[in-house]
């Protein structure tokens, strides 16, 4: 129980995160949200077998995270938690591709193995983008650029919403079961018995909670159409960050950095 | 101005599960008045001040707010006109800051964007938390997330306040500081509550519910001498009317 209250106030710190002031997070969110688009493509786009190209791509995360001011841990913690999802994704390519590409020695390395680790290095860098874009930009923000650029206002509202009620299904899961164990003599786990009453439970109680909140909304002039206010954003600091980026990936995506530095080193070069 | 003022006639509510929790109940409420609505728990308070702005619509009798009744057409209307503070302000702020909560409303107005941050501002300066501007709501304390919820409503400069429960889990410096704060309201006010002594302290008339309907409706002081009534309407006495405590322990000790 205790881990899941630390989960649960961790997602509120990725909010608290967005509320800073550094130089990313006073860039428009359009800009950050594009340039996260762009991240996520190219890197999507490298072929299954790439690992060395993929690298200088770290740079994007490491420069974000540092100027942005946010916590490694915290990222590194939400990164464990859809470790398990990574590992899935990839855990049979080594079992049914196993054409050997290079050998270490005794040990030979088959395509499988690269393209595990291909994969995982792109799932990583692909959703670390993404956290660092709701931590320097905020749900709110991401939102509003989105009904902008012509999402659907259903969809815009759902996904709003849906961030919205996760605090509220928590903070109940979290009220039902200290009382579940206060009153539970022995404290590991919830027995079986249980459970069917708990989640009834939980479920009648979000439910009425939703509905406490939406009448709110309704009694504050809300009516299906939530009016997302967007900030101006400052035209030529976020043109150079985009045009910045752009050209920094287009780069990994087209010369394959650490090959080029080392034969450059090695005095390879032609 | 008639849209300060409340009509309710034969007002009958049943819930989906047919328990019937108000009963051919009618009052009028004028301008500028300042009105308790006290009761047991189960009395009808809550589901009575859910009628006001639609959030409840009758199963018979009329609502009328202002001269207009209280319909589906007309809620968008009456919504601007009566602003509710709920009971439990968590279920108030949804928004990711105090600034954009207090703003949802007049942004929903359809007020342009210079006019909406003065209401806001003008909002929390009058419940004293501007400086919480920045916050998330989350991380207030239960006074400051109840100051900032009545800015939510104050915003959307309704003419009709609604308030349920107010006071009730605040501390007693906090709900000394709210008593004032509304206080100084020139708005009509509808204040459902348990605490008497706020409802002698702020409002001039009373109407105790029971069951459904009003057991009694008149002015605040003569309500909290009937102790009759009170007792038939499972209250007490606001302590500010009773004997000291200590007085009357020492008295006691006296006559023995």
């Known amino acids: 129980m205790v881990k899941l209250e630390s989960n649960w106030l961790d997602l509120r710190t990725l909010d608290e995160l967005a509320l800073q002031k550094t130089p990313i997070h006073q860039l428009g969110a359009g800009t950050k949200l594009g340039t996260t688009l762009a991240f996520i493509m190219v890197i999507a786009s490298f072929s299954r077998y790439e690992v060395t190209g993929l690298i200088p791509c770290v740079f994007y995360p490491i420069v974000l995270i540092t100027l942005g001011r946010l916590p490694y841990q915290l990222l590194l913690k939400r990164l464990l938690l859809v470790a398990p999802v990574i590992l899935f994704i990839g855990l049979f390519n080594p079992l049914f591709d196993r054409v050997p590409v290079a050998a270490v020695g005794p040990l030979v390395v088959t395509g499988g193995w690269i393209s595990f680790l291909s994969i995982s290095v792109k799932l990583i860098l692909t959703i670390t983008a993404a956290l660092i874009l709701i931590a320097t930009t905020g749900i709110h923000a991401i939102c509003s650029t989105l009904y902008r650029l012509g999402v659907p206002q259903p969809l815009v509202v759902q996904i709003l919403f849906m961030y919205r009620y996760i605090h509220v299904l928590l903070e109940e899961v979290l009220k039902t079961l200290q009382a579940y164990q206060l009153r539970s003599c022995h404290n590991s786990g919830i027995g079986y018995q249980a459970w069917g009453s708990l989640l009834g439970q939980l479920l009648l109680r979000t439910i009425a909670r939703a509905q406490r909140i939406y009448q709110a909304m309704l009694c504050r002039g809300y009516d299906g159409h939530i009016i997302l206010e967007t900030t101006a954003a400052r035209k030529k600091p976020d043109l150079l960050y985009f045009a910045g980026w752009l050209l920094f990936f287009s780069l990994c995506r087209l010369v394959n950095l650490p090959q080029w530095l080392g034969t450059f080193i090695t005095g390879g070069l032609p | ?256």
Not at chain 2, 191 to 210: F, G, K, N, P, Y
Not at chain 2, 229 to 236: D, F, K, S, V, Y
């Open chain 2, 1 to 256: 101005m008639s849209h300060h003022t409340l009509d309710i006639t034969d007002l009958s509510y049943t819930y989906p599960d047919g328990t019937a929790a108000l009963s051919a109940l009618s009052l009028h409420i004028g301008h500028g008045e300042s009105v308790a609505i006290v009761g047991a728990n189960g009395s009808g308070k809550t589901t009575l001040l859910s009628h006001l702005n639609g959030v409840l619509l009758p199963t018979a009798g009329t609502v009328n707010i202002g001269g207009f009744p209280v319909t589906k057409q007309t809620l968008p209307q009456i919504r601007r006109t009566v602003g509710m503070v709920f009971q439990n302000p968590d279920d108030q702020l949804f928004m990711p800051t105090v600034y954009e909560d207090v703003a949802f409303g007049p942004v929903n107005m359809g007020l342009p964007s210079t006019d909406v941050k003065a209401r806001v501002t003008a909002a929390l300066t009058t419940v004293g938390a501007l400086e919480l501007s920045d916050r998330p709501p989350y991380r207030l304390s239960g006074g400051q997330k109840r100051a900032v919820a009545i800015a939510t409503v104050l915003a959307m400069e309704p003419a009709i306040l609604v308030m349920d429960e107010p006071t009730a889990a605040l501390d007693p410096w906090a709900r000394r500081q709210l008593i004032e704060l509304l206080r100084t309201f020139t708005h009509t006010k509808i204040i459902a509550t348990h605490d008497l002594d706020m409802a002698l302290d702020l409002c001039e008339r009373t109407i105790v519910l029971a069951n459904g309907s009003i057991l009694k409706d008149g002015p605040t002081a003569e309500v909290f001498r009937n102790l009759p009534l009170l007792a038939q309407a499972h209250l007490e006495q606001p302590f500010s009317l009773q004997n000291c405590p200590l007085c009357s322990k020492s008295m006691g000790n006296n006559t023995l």
